[in-house]
């Protein structure tokens, strides 16, 4: 026998293992994780009482008819936001991507207003802006447009250069101008992907609509907010439902446009069938009926005075305070975020593989799309009388909603995994579970770590406004401020977000490469 | 006995009949080559005989236990003999004793299937997972447990340097290899090999094909080896059986096949090969080779 039977990736294997404990120890300690919390008599009797009140839920004419109006708000909020985002994204991902260009630039400036814009929490953004425009939906519009609008430019940017450039290269070598190029040699190629993640996107920007509302901005999260804040568990049965059932259709919705784009195109000269035109013609119509049924009037907007008024609002948040103390208390906001997102995410990924195991079962799909349906914040809300409030409340919630996303990625991802490996463990008699662990997950895992780790990038956003509804972290920091006018102080907390979810970027990005 | 197909059969749920009316027995230690054209159904057949598929019609028998038509085989207890026809007892068998059969059937497959991600130590010592109990097959993921082991079975195949490297790292010959590893590491009573070395240059393919025989010889294992190379099959494997769109066409052993019989077995492949007409006289050869078997085997 050779000497080399030594293991060589044993000694990194269990360095990473003990440096991984010594760096979530801590944020455990700090997400103030206390499982026994869940069952505390004071706290189970608070939240029992609360989801007694669930039933019956509210069917009430009057509210019913308000929960309508709120519906339609909360898909018009979502329609005219992603209209705005498109705008906004189809120039930025043209100038951001390095995609059609002879020479490789980075273009630096693109970039960090795209990351800006990502960085920012559409909440935060909301909040500012409820600020300038008042009470109601122009905010939740502008906020969703422009967070949105930096995600789909990024992500679209991302997708043309991941594509062949050969194709645009030689048409650019042939005398074509760029958009040309991209829009001949490239977009054939990420057409399916772009309008696939767009719809997908539409899909989430339901479900950021509906939380608009906890800052004021309209739609059902006002009126869950109300309801929670007097305990009126009827209603907010109501509203629940409410949510899950528009998820539900704004799912199936966009799995039939996806699917849509998967079938081949009809052999004719026009690229048009009836579907697309029908599409095409309903998509203008929509948006334009959305931003009617808002009364947005954005005139207003480009008046002189709201003009000053606004650059008036943006000053008052320069200079940041900067001063020793308040930034010990930002960096232990920073911190606590921090944990909610790791310890929440941990959570998740956890609880989605268990329930992406059993993948043909239905009942666990459903439980995932329950999961998923109810956004962190309503979540919280719920976490919050659980456990009381907190950072453990926003990492449940966290882990709630994210389980039911990460679980149906998972079970996606395991189905798509080459199934020849497990089924040649199980022809050689590997007891149950085995196969999994030798042939399965050997090939899902670096798709599993991705998405786990694109989730976190998304949950350190979401982590910074869950103590809206005091669950800990800079965003009670943020919210406790800005009612106390304090602006500057505000200020330093909204950069502490963006460096903070800048940060995890990084460090996601290179997890990610380091695990390929 | 090793394993026993009585008038066994495969129609896919589509209704294409893969195979009709196999009778085939081995005893124990016999090394079998399967010949014939592509698609005559010899994948299928290992298939049936490694409990893959669950054929569709007539009794199997492997390693002593009777499998039957919807793969949830019966146990026959052991001490009955072979010759005496077997009384499976009415409970199906259980996930512990298809388990146990399984563990004891070694596949080579013509695709290797590992995981491009694992190392190729995981997977060689992946072999013994039927056998292993479950914790140590669990811990043997966070530190390779049976590292002198892998790397035998890796030294025999001429991959001792790879032990630590990725499967996504090797040649398709290399991975094939490894594949033939894992099945040497298992030390199965019964191996299935289909195609073992397809992906494998002359030289390396007759070296591994008399690798496999001879660790069958040594440790008494049965080994069905499927091969496209008929002078590779002649020249290693006491009995050749010809399989022809989905039926046997004979099953001899090797000093009596002529070349008259593999020009017949591969007549509708190939240009050069001469069409002869089909001769009747292997036929009653094979239907009388059937009714033997059939009577010593269920």
Not at chain 1, 152 to 157: D, F, N, Q
Not at chain 2, 51 to 80: H, I, N, Y
Not at chain 2, 233 to 261: C, M, Q, T, W, Y
Not at chain 2, 280 to 286: E, T
Request: hydrophobic share 50%; with cysteine; net charge neutral.
């Amino acid at each position: 026998m050779s000497p080399n039977t030594h293991d060589p990736a044993a000694r990194s294997r269990l360095f990473g293992t003990l440096t991984a404990l010594v760096i979530l120890w801590p944020l455990f300690q700090a997400a103030e994780v206390k499982p026994g919390a869940l069952f505390e008599a004071g706290n189970l009797k608070v939240i029992g009482n609360f989801l007694a009140a669930f039933l019956p839920p509210e069917t009430g004419a009057e509210f019913l008819a308000f929960l309508g109006k709120a519906t339609l708000e909360t898909l018009a909020i979502a329609t005219a936001g992603m209209a705005l985002a498109f705008a906004l994204a189809v120039p930025l991902a043209y100038l951001a991507t390095g995609a059609g260009r002879e020479r490789v630039t980075l273009n630096p400036l693109t970039r960090s207003l795209l990351t800006v814009l990502r960085g920012i929490p559409e909440l935060v953004w909301a909040l500012l802006f409820v600020r300038v425009f008042g009470l109601g939906p122009a905010a939740g519009v502008l906020a969703l447009g422009l967070t949105y609008g930096g995600m789909l430019a990024k992500v679209y940017a991302e997708i043309l250069e991941s594509v062949d450039p050969a194709p645009a290269r030689a048409l650019r070598h042939s005398g074509a101008c760029r958009p040309l190029a991209i829009l001949y040699g490239l977009i054939p190629q990420a057409s399916k992907e772009l309008a696939s993640y767009t719809v997908y996107r539409w899909e989430c920007a339901i479900r950021a609509s509906v939380v608009m509302g906890f800052v004021g901005a309209g739609g059902l999260g006002q009126l869950m907010d109300q309801a929670m804040k007097m305990l009126n568990g009827g209603e907010a049965a109501s509203i629940l439902l409410t949510f899950m059932l528009l998820v539900f259709a704004a799912d199936g919705l966009s799995g039939l446009l996806r699917r849509g784009l998967e079938t081949p195109p009809a052999h004719r000269a026009s690229p048009f069938g009836w579907r697309s035109g029908l599409l095409l013609l309903g998509l203008p119509l929509t948006i334009v009926a959305s931003f009617a049924f808002l009364k947005i009037g954005f005139s207003e907007l480009l008046t002189a005075e709201a003009g000053r008024s606004i650059a008036e609002f943006i000053a008052s948040f320069f200079p940041l305070d900067l001063s020793a103390e308040w930034l010990q208390k930002v960096a232990k906001g920073v911190w606590e975020t921090l944990a909610i997102s790791v310890v929440g995410t941990l959570l998740a990924a956890i609880v989605g593989l268990l329930l992406a195991l059993p993948r043909p079962h239905a009942p666990f799909a459903f439980v995932l799309n329950t999961l998923r349906s109810v956004p962190e914040l309503v979540w919280a809300t719920i976490t919050a009388l659980a456990v009381g409030l907190g950072p453990f409340a926003g990492a449940l919630a966290l882990a709630l909603h994210t389980a039911g996303v990460l679980g149906r990625l998972y079970a996606e991802a395991l189905d798509n995994a080459p199934p020849a490996p497990a089924q040649a463990l199980r022809l050689a008699g590997a007891p149950i579970g085995l196969p999994f662990l030798y042939g399965t997950l050997p090939g899902a895992a670096p798709q599993l770590i991705a998405y786990t780790l694109y989730r976190w990038e998304m949950n350190i956003r979401m982590a910074a406004i869950l103590g809206f509804v005091g669950a800990g972290g800079l965003g009670q920091l943020l919210y406790f401020e800005l009612s106390l006018f304090h602006y500057a102080q505000a200020s330093t907390v909204i950069a502490a977000m963006l460096l903070l979810s800048i940060a995890v970027d990084q460090t996601s990005t290179w997890l990610r490469r380091r695990m390929r | 006995m090793s394993f026993c197909l009585d008038g066994v059969g495969l129609t896919h749920a589509n209704g294409f009949t893969a195979l009709a009316d196999i009778t085939l027995r081995a005893e124990q230690g016999e090394r079998i080559a399967l010949i014939g054209p592509s698609g005559a159904g010899k994948t299928s057949l290992l298939s049936l005989i490694g409990t893959a598929l669950p054929a569709t019609a007539g009794r199997l028998e492997v390693l002593d236990f009777a499998v039957d038509g919807r793969l949830t085989a019966k146990f026959k207890p052991p001490s009955q003999g072979s010759s005496t026809v077997a009384t499976p007892l009415d409970s199906r068998l259980r996930g512990n004793d298809s388990r146990a059969l399984r563990a004891r059937i070694g596949t080579v497959h013509q695709a290797p299937p590992l995981p491009g991600r694992q190392r190729v130590v995981t997977a060689v010592l992946a072999g013994k997972l039927g056998q292993w109990p479950v914790w140590k097959s669990l811990l043997s993921l966070l530190h390779p447990l049976d590292i002198p082991g892998a790397q035998a079975a890796l030294a025999r195949v001429d991959l001792a340097d790879k032990l630590f490297g990725r499967c996504d790292q090797l040649s398709g010959g290399q991975l094939q290899r490894v594949g033939i590893a894992r099945v040497l590491y298992q030390q199965p009573d019964l191996i299935l090999a289909d195609e073992p070395v397809s992906a494998l240059d002359p030289a390396l393919a007759l070296a591994t094909v008399k690798l496999l025989v001879a660790d069958a010889a040594a440790r008494g294992a049965t080994l069905v080896a499927s091969l496209h190379a008929v002078d590779l099959a002649l020249n290693n494997f006491s009995r050749i059986v010809g399989v022809k769109a989905g039926h046997i066409a004979f099953d001899l052993p090797s000093s009596e096949v002529s070349d008259a019989l593999l020009h017949e077995l591969y007549a509708s492949e190939g240009q050069e090969l001469p069409t002869l007409a089909g001769e009747a006289r292997f036929s009653p050869q094979a239907a009388a080779n059937d009714a033997a078997i059939r009577a010593a085997c269920c």
